[in-house]
């Protein structure tokens, strides 16, 4: 099986699954960055949290990494666009530790406001400052939410069981989805200006490091408090300090960092300002989560199947229907890859049927990774695939047509040729119903020979008797007659690959019009 590299600590229950699975879990912990270049070498699969830095020099010492799992949500630590660049695939948990994420906001908002971290340090030290730190009700404030995906919104429902108004900035949402949650959509500046309650809930891109900056925060009210739960570098973290110093703003809350880990910020010299050392998602239960979910996606990816919460591969998530059609789809693109002789320049991926009705992104993207990894010397994934097709210049064409009464069927055609294939049976095992315009009903083999000849008595025997001379045992045949019933085509299932030599024998023979040997694996 694989070698799977970890170097962070990863939930037990996650590392189990993937033990059980076969796999060689390989955990070292605090590896130099000289050292991960060495160990990243023979591992099929990369686990990390927040720390570990995956660079394109990672990446290019990689000799066989097929994905990288973030147990986490952020993605700033891994260099996406390498990765893509290099077929390797990029995972995350997205879905994690969106509740610790949203509780430890609503913590650090209520903590904000009642000055509990301070109030609670003079105490133990022997003050009672039960005046100095007055704090404020969340009731009737307004809070402003920055990014209203899935831990903004969670925000938002718990904000308004306090009471608060909700307004929020997303250029991503519509209003009519933000009313749907009770928040009003404002621009960002409005926003600083409105609101008595800030939290951020976005991820940090080019775009939006240092969102939260000087000029920003002029524009607020000096009661405002800042929450930031998401990542570090969204805000200028110098720039807040002055302003909180200064009485500018009411003070912050700030759980991630520029640099992390760190003991120093000019944040920890500010009374007003609280901190905590990435805690975000550091609960039992989002922990469990995030090991569970990351080992699922790199088993899957490990198995060449499909991974949901892959962020570098073009496709939405596979619905349940069409979830098993995915395989089917690259093993009838691995088919057609072995039956032309070169990749056409435009090849139709066709779905039909129910399983039409759902994005068939994926679908198509499974036949492609099976042709491409028919015809090139390079390995191709779900990754690299339109890339690669993207480099040889072969144009995909999507057809689909949803019929709930039809058969489920897929097929691929281009240069002459055409295969389509079906799922059969409760164990749902991969049938080809077409090849080249013949009807056909039989389950393909890792090994085939695909023969078109002139429908006339005896040919059956004579592809039987020149396979036998060979020494190939024949598994399966099957005959499909074309429309006119000129021609048939029989597809042979064999035990072994037929070689180049029996294959010219099969067309030395005057009634036999074509022979390709496909072997699948």
Same mark, same amino acid.
């Given at each position: 099986?694989?070698?799977?590299?970890?170097?962070?600590?990863?939930?037990?229950?996650?590392?189990?699954? $993937?033990? #059980?699975?076969?796999? %060689?879990?390989?955990?070292?912990? @605090?590896? +130099?960055? /000289?050292?991960?270049?060495?160990? !990243? =070498?023979?591992?099929?699969?990369?686990?990390?949290?927040?720390?570990?830095?995956?660079?394109?020099?990672?990446?290019?010492?990689?000799?066989?990494?097929?994905?990288?799992?973030?147990?986490?949500?952020?993605?700033?630590?891994?260099?996406?666009?390498?990765?893509?660049?290099?077929?390797?695939?990029?995972?995350?948990?997205?879905?994690?530790?969106?509740?610790?994420?949203?509780?430890?906001?609503?913590?650090?908002?209520?903590?904000?406001?009642?000055?509990?971290?301070?109030?609670?340090?003079? $105490?133990? #030290?022997?003050?009672? %400052?039960?005046?100095?730190?007055? @704090?404020? +009700?969340? /009731?009737?404030?307004?809070?402003? !939410? =920055?990014?209203?995906?899935?831990?903004?919104?969670?925000?938002?429902?718990?904000?308004?069981?306090?009471?608060?108004?909700?307004?929020?900035?997303?250029?991503?949402?519509?209003?009519?989805?933000?009313?749907?949650?009770?928040?009003?959509?404002?621009?960002?500046?409005?926003?600083?200006?409105?609101?008595?309650?800030?939290?951020?809930?976005?991820?940090?891109?080019?775009?939006?490091?240092?969102?939260?900056?000087?000029?920003?925060?002029?524009?607020?009210?000096?009661?405002?408090?800042?929450?930031?739960?998401?990542?570090?570098?969204?805000?200028?973290?110098?720039?807040?300090? +002055?302003? /909180?110093?200064?009485?500018?703003?009411?003070?912050?809350?700030?759980?991630?960092?520029?640099?992390?880990?760190?003991?120093?910020?000019?944040?920890?010299?500010?009374?007003?300002?609280?901190?905590?050392?990435?805690?975000?998602?550091?609960?039992?239960?989002?922990?469990?989560?995030?090991?569970?979910?990351?080992?699922?996606?790199?088993?899957?990816?490990?198995?060449?199947?499909?991974?949901?919460?892959?962020?570098?591969?073009?496709?939405?998530?596979?619905?349940?229907?069409?979830?098993?059609?995915?395989?089917?789809?690259?093993?009838?693109?691995?088919?057609?890859?072995?039956?032309?002789?070169?990749?056409?320049?435009?090849?139709?991926?066709?779905?039909?049927?129910?399983?039409?009705?759902?994005?068939?992104?994926?679908?198509?993207?499974?036949?492609?990774?099976?042709?491409?990894?028919?015809?090139?010397?390079?390995?191709?994934?779900?990754?690299?695939?339109?890339?690669?097709?993207?480099?040889?210049?072969?144009?995909?064409?999507?057809?689909?047509?949803?019929?709930?009464?039809?058969?489920?069927?897929?097929?691929?055609?281009?240069?002459?040729?055409?295969?389509?294939?079906?799922?059969?049976?409760?164990?749902?095992?991969?049938?080809?119903?077409?090849?080249?315009?013949?009807?056909?009903?039989?389950?393909?083999?890792?090994?085939?020979?695909?023969?078109?000849?002139?429908?006339?008595?005896?040919?059956?025997?004579?592809?039987?008797?020149?396979?036998?001379?060979?020494?190939?045992?024949?598994?399966?045949?099957?005959?499909?007659?074309?429309?006119?019933?000129?021609?048939?085509?029989?597809?042979?299932?064999?035990?072994?690959?037929?070689?180049?030599?029996?294959?010219?024998?099969?067309?030395?023979?005057?009634?036999?019009?074509?022979?390709?040997?496909?072997?699948?694996?």
């Amino acid at each position: 099986m694989s070698r799977i590299l970890v170097t962070e600590t990863i939930a037990e229950s996650g590392l189990d699954r $993937l033990r #059980d699975a076969g796999h %060689e879990v390989d955990v070292r912990l @605090g590896l +130099e960055p /000289a050292e991960l270049l060495d160990a !990243i =070498v023979g591992a099929h699969a990369l686990i990390i949290r927040s720390a570990t830095q995956v660079t394109a020099e990672v990446l290019a010492a990689a000799d066989v990494l097929m994905v990288v799992g973030r147990a986490g949500i952020g993605l700033d630590n891994v260099d996406v666009a390498a990765a893509t660049a290099a077929g390797v695939m990029v995972a995350n948990a997205p879905q994690s530790n969106i509740i610790s994420a949203a509780e430890h906001t609503m913590a650090l908002l209520l903590a904000q406001a009642r000055n509990v971290p301070q109030a609670h340090a003079a $105490l133990v #030290d022997g003050r009672w %400052e039960r005046s100095k730190w007055e @704090g404020v +009700e969340l /009731a009737d404030k307004t809070l402003g !939410i =920055v990014g209203l995906g899935r831990i903004g919104n969670l925000v938002a429902q718990r904000a308004a069981a306090f009471g608060m108004r909700l307004i929020a900035h997303d250029p991503f949402v519509s209003a009519e989805a933000a009313k749907k949650a009770n928040v009003e959509l404002v621009d960002l500046e409005t926003l600083v200006a409105t609101a008595d309650f800030l939290t951020l809930h976005l991820a940090k891109t080019p775009e939006t490091a240092g969102l939260i900056g000087k000029d920003l925060l002029a524009k607020a009210k000096p009661t405002l408090r800042i929450i930031n739960v998401a990542r570090g570098g969204i805000i200028d973290e110098a720039a807040l300090a +002055e302003a /909180a110093r200064e009485g500018r703003i009411g003070g912050a809350a700030i759980d991630v960092f520029d640099v992390e880990p760190t003991t120093e910020s000019p944040l920890f010299d500010v009374p007003s300002i609280i901190v905590t050392p990435h805690l975000g998602a550091s609960t039992a239960e989002a922990q469990d989560k995030a090991g569970i979910t990351i080992a699922e996606q790199v088993g899957l990816a490990l198995a060449g199947e499909f991974v949901p919460f892959a962020v570098n591969v073009d496709a939405a998530e596979v619905s349940e229907l069409l979830r098993p059609f995915v395989p089917l789809a690259e093993h009838l693109g691995a088919i057609f890859g072995g039956l032309v002789e070169t990749v056409p320049e435009r090849i139709d991926v066709e779905l039909r049927g129910a399983i039409a009705k759902d994005d068939a992104r994926i679908a198509v993207l499974s036949a492609i990774k099976g042709l491409l990894s028919i015809h090139t010397g390079t390995p191709v994934s779900y990754v690299n695939a339109l890339d690669v097709a993207a480099a040889r210049g072969l144009e995909i064409r999507t057809i689909t047509a949803p019929a709930q009464d039809h058969v489920n069927v897929i097929r691929i055609a281009g240069g002459g040729h055409s295969v389509s294939g079906r799922l059969s049976g409760l164990d749902g095992s991969h049938r080809i119903s077409e090849l080249d315009d013949h009807a056909l009903d039989i389950h393909p083999s890792p090994h085939m020979v695909i023969i078109r000849n002139q429908d006339e008595p005896g040919m059956v025997g004579l592809v039987g008797a020149t396979l036998g001379d060979a020494g190939i045992n024949i598994s399966n045949m099957h005959i499909g007659e074309s429309g006119d019933g000129v021609e048939a085509l029989m597809v042979v299932c064999t035990g072994s690959p037929v070689p180049p030599a029996v294959q010219d024998a099969l067309r030395n023979h005057a009634n036999v019009r074509f022979v390709r040997a496909i072997t699948v694996a």
